[in-house]
């Protein structure tokens, strides 16, 4: 009896498991009931989608000339002007099975796995693929199977133009293909990649043919390396193919799935909502399979390029949309995916400093709107004068000596806002080190260029928009320039001082400059309001020729760079009266909907900055919710991308970011558990990172908080808001019940490595 009640238990145990399992999936899936139609694009593909943070791969056409577009975030055509410029395609793969022509398309995009699997069914034909990128090697797998016999036809492409030399060829038994941009006048530097193909299971005849077999396992092994990888990158991406064995296939496949396992380990949030947890994970995968810390930082469109003529060059635009990707990846524990963030802004350092000297005449760095990596610029205005005029309506090409600032001096400090992201939240003494140096370019920059007029930091000229010549107002635009004390400019202004003295106090050095840097942040102007209705409400700019700045408009997308994202100088715990402000703005959003999804305004940019925001000041969690499951109804791909007409990349982090921000804040180094949630609701989440170098997890369950746990990387003092308030706390430290706390809030020393625990008495 008691061995037929243990064989019960495991039977019950196991389809328990086999429940979750089926479950964990769903959450963890995208499904394709219908070819692509977005692939190829400029923009964001609608295709499947997989990648290592450096190589990414989009499926695009029909069972029947099945697409494989490989992108890399390490191939660009170095060139400075825009188009021509930015982030090239290496090439593509493509597999023909004409007996699937017109057959039923179904794939799934199975992100646990990082998985894209397929299913292509045409009478009594049904072919399965299942296709990935290696996590940790440059390689693409694509492993076919079928129930009948059928013959497949292959070819492997480098694309080619855009003055690319190509060159192609076999190896024994492997097809290699390259692409290169290397005598180009006005290039800064070559690129060369080499992409070779190698076919295991099967024959392929010098015309690409290969016939199939029924129940054949039939894999392609792709190999992709460019200069930027070895510098004997085609050799190596031809040797590597040639020595591609199933071995060696099922031992980075053991790699690749270990690799997956860990990064959703790293943190984890239930809110008891699928489609937000279905699109929260989904953002997860693909800013995952878009950066990887140790490669080239991913452009407007991550490694999914599908043509060379990616909008706005797939370039580094600096006045948010390069930084924003990175904005849910610090609380969600994702630290190493940004270590590649910084060394574009590094590279690009003496250059700026030249356009500082050169044009403004001051000190430190001064950046235009768009770079690359290795000290590229990407927004150079057209060469000819000619050229000038059909793009732009004006035959002046040389505004701002011919480089694209569009009226704005924040493109360079707009990206401090991401380092002191990861400062606060690691307290890492390398990285802060590393960043320092930039920080001081831009600390020298604004000192000279701030004006202290009547007790008060002011600032002359720069832009709460981008302020050009274009077609549509005819190349008539100097009237717009003037504005004085933009919410956006102030505001980040106030984050890099605040955030400077910081670092240095940590880094222990220029402890002279501190005073100077405090009068800064205590004078600098503060944010100009208006009264609208009998309301205060926010103003974008004090004053400017811009009839549109002019207006009382309340916070808005530019704003909250400034003053929530990245600028971090704004909140309830920072100045309750203000944010009293900012919360009234935000309850008039609803107000001026026409339809659903339309709240703050983000289909053309923003989502990532404005529910986040929302959440910062206060307002209700279900409405914002509610808005951001009507947004993405409105504008969002099968691949579970949600989409906005300006850039993508950026929104990738809207959805993690407006849900971790209701969990759990730390901005002020003080910590707030489920700040902003109705705690009707149950939710948990586990290790997600807050400022001052701590893993937080919490649970709420039946309207109260069970607990709060913390580990401590740094052993710094941690500060937070008792998430029991009125009651008294039992601190414990490694299991050991130490110290009872009491108050609304209380800050404790804490060990490197410590674990902690608090619970209410």
Same mark, same amino acid.
């Given at each position: 009896m008691r061995s037929l009640w243990a064989m019960f238990l495991i039977l019950f145990c196991f389809a328990q498991k086999s429940k979750a399992q089926e479950i964990y999936s769903g959450r963890y899936k995208a499904v394709f009931a219908t070819a692509p139609k977005k692939v190829p694009t400029s923009k964001t593909p609608d295709g499947p989608l997989a990648g290592n943070g450096d190589i990414g791969l989009t499926l695009g056409g029909s069972p029947d000339k099945?697409?494989?577009?490989?992108?890399?975030?390490?191939?660009?055509?170095? +060139?400075?002007?825009?188009?021509?410029?930015?982030?090239?395609?290496?090439?593509?793969?493509?597999?023909?099975?004409?007996?699937?022509?017109?057959?039923?398309?179904?794939?799934?995009?199975?992100?646990?796995?990082?998985?894209?699997?397929?299913?292509?069914?045409?009478?009594?034909?049904?072919?399965?693929?299942?296709?990935?990128?290696?996590?940790?090697?440059?390689?693409?797998?694509?492993?076919?199977?079928?129930?009948?016999?059928?013959?497949?036809?292959?070819?492997?492409?480098?694309?080619?133009?855009?003055?690319?030399?190509?060159?192609?060829?076999i190896n024994g038994d492997v097809i290699w293909v390259t692409r290169s941009f290397e005598n180009t006048p006005l290039l800064e530097w070559p690129s060369y990649v080499a992409i070779a193909l190698k076919v295991l299971g099967g024959k392929v005849e010098k015309d690409g043919t290969l016939n199939m077999k029924a129940n054949q396992k039939l894999t392609l092994s792709v190999t992709m390396y460019t200069n930027y990888d070895k510098n004997d990158w085609k050799e190596k991406t031809i040797q590597e193919a040639q020595s591609t064995t199933q071995n060696s296939?099922?031992?980075?496949?053991?790699?690749?799935?270990?690799?997956?396992?860990?990064?959703?380990?790293?943190?984890?949030?239930?809110?008891?909502?699928?489609?937000?947890?279905?699109?929260y994970y989904a953002s997860q995968y693909l800013f995952g399979s878009t950066?990887?810390?140790?490669?080239?930082?991913?452009?407007?469109?991550?490694?999914?390029?599908?043509?060379?003529?990616?909008?706005?060059?797939?370039?580094?635009?600096?006045?948010?949309? +390069?930084?924003?990707?990175?904005?849910?990846?610090?609380?969600?524990?994702?630290?190493?995916?940004?270590?590649?963030?910084?060394?574009?802004?590094?590279?690009?350092m003496e250059k700026g400093k030249q356009h500082a000297q050169e044009l403004l005449h001051i000190k430190g760095i001064y950046y235009p709107v768009g770079i690359g990596p290795k000290g590229l610029v990407t927004t150079r205005?057209?060469?000819?004068?000619?050229?000038?005029?059909?793009?732009?309506?004006?035959?002046?090409?040389?505004?701002?000596?011919?480089?694209?600032?569009?009226?704005?001096?924040?493109?360079?400090?707009?990206?401090?806002?991401?380092?002191?992201?990861?400062?606060?939240?690691t307290y890492d003494t390398a990285y802060a080190q590393k960043v320092y140096p930039y920080m001081l370019e831009c600390a020298d920059f604004w000192e000279d260029y701030l004006k202290f007029e009547n007790g008060r930091y002011v600032i002359y000229m720069d832009h709460y928009g981008e302020v050009m010549p274009n077609l549509k107002n005819k190349g008539k635009w100097r009237d717009q320039l003037g504005d004085f004390n933009s919410t956006l400019s102030v505001g980040l202004v106030k984050m890099l001082f605040k955030g400077i003295i910081d670092v240095s106090s940590f880094?222990?050095?220029?402890?002279?400059?501190?005073?100077?840097?405090?009068?800064?942040?205590?004078?600098?102007?503060?944010?100009?309001?208006?009264?609208?209705?009998?309301?205060?409400?926010?103003k974008e700019v004090e004053k400017s020729p811009s009839v549109r700045h002019s207006r009382i408009s309340g916070l808005a997308r530019v704003s909250i760079h400034g003053l929530i994202l990245p600028g971090g100088v704004c909140g309830p715990k920072t100045d309750s009266a203000f944010n009293q402000i900012l919360l009234s703005d935000v309850s008039r959003w609803k107000e001026r909907m026409k339809a659903p999804g339309e709240w703050a305004n983000t289909l053309g940019n923003g989502i990532e900055t404005c529910f986040p925001a929302a959440v910062r000041v206060g307002y209700d969690s279900d409405e914002i919710i509610k808005q951001l499951k009507d947004r993405i109804a409105l504008q969002s791909l099968p691949n579970l991308w949600i989409t906005a007409d300006g850039g993508g990349t950026e929104t990738l982090a809207a959805v993690p970011l407006t849900i971790n921000e209701m969990m759990m804040q730390s901005y002020e180094q003080v910590i707030r558990i489920f700040p902003n949630w109705n705690k009707a609701k149950d939710a948990s989440f586990e290790q997600l990172r807050a400022y001052g170098a701590f893993l937080v997890s919490s649970r709420l369950k039946n309207g109260k908080i069970e607990y709060v746990k913390l580990v401590s990387e740094a052993g710094r003092p941690c500060s937070i808001d008792n998430p029991w308030l009125g009651k008294k706390v039992q601190l414990i430290r490694n299991g050991q019940k130490v110290e009872v706390l009491a108050g609304k809030t209380f800050t404790f020393d804490t060990k490197r490595g410590e674990q902690l625990e608090l619970t209410i008495i």
């Open positions: 099945l697409l494989f577009y490989l992108g890399k975030n390490d191939f660009w055509r170095a +060139y400075p002007v825009y188009p021509g410029g930015g982030i090239a395609l290496p090439g593509w793969l493509e597999v023909h099975i004409s007996a699937l022509k017109g057959a039923n398309y179904y794939a799934e995009q199975i992100q646990d796995r990082a998985l894209i699997a397929g299913k292509f069914t045409k009478d009594d034909l049904t072919v399965i693929l299942n296709s990935w990128v290696s996590a940790t090697t440059n390689t693409v797998i694509a492993e076919f199977t079928a129930n009948k016999a059928f013959t497949m036809n292959l070819a492997l492409n480098a694309t080619e133009g855009n003055t690319s030399v190509n060159t192609k060829g296939i099922a031992a980075i496949k053991k790699e690749h799935e270990g690799w997956w396992k860990d990064f959703w380990s790293r943190s984890n949030v239930q809110i008891g909502d699928s489609l937000i947890e279905k699109y950066s990887r810390g140790n490669k080239f930082a991913p452009g407007i469109w991550g490694p999914f390029i599908t043509r060379d003529s990616s909008s706005w060059g797939g370039d580094y635009h600096l006045n948010y949309n +390069y930084q924003a990707p990175y904005w849910a990846a610090y609380s969600s524990n994702y630290i190493d995916q940004t270590a590649n963030f910084d060394q574009p802004l590094l590279d690009y205005w057209p060469l000819t004068p000619d050229e000038m005029e059909k793009r732009y309506a004006t035959k002046e090409n040389t505004i701002d000596g011919g480089y694209k600032f569009l009226g704005q001096k924040i493109n360079a400090v707009f990206s401090v806002g991401n380092m002191l992201m990861r400062f606060y939240s880094l222990k050095v220029d402890p002279e400059r501190v005073d100077k840097w405090q009068h800064i942040v205590k004078h600098i102007s503060d944010f100009t309001v208006g009264e609208v209705d009998g309301k205060l409400s926010l």
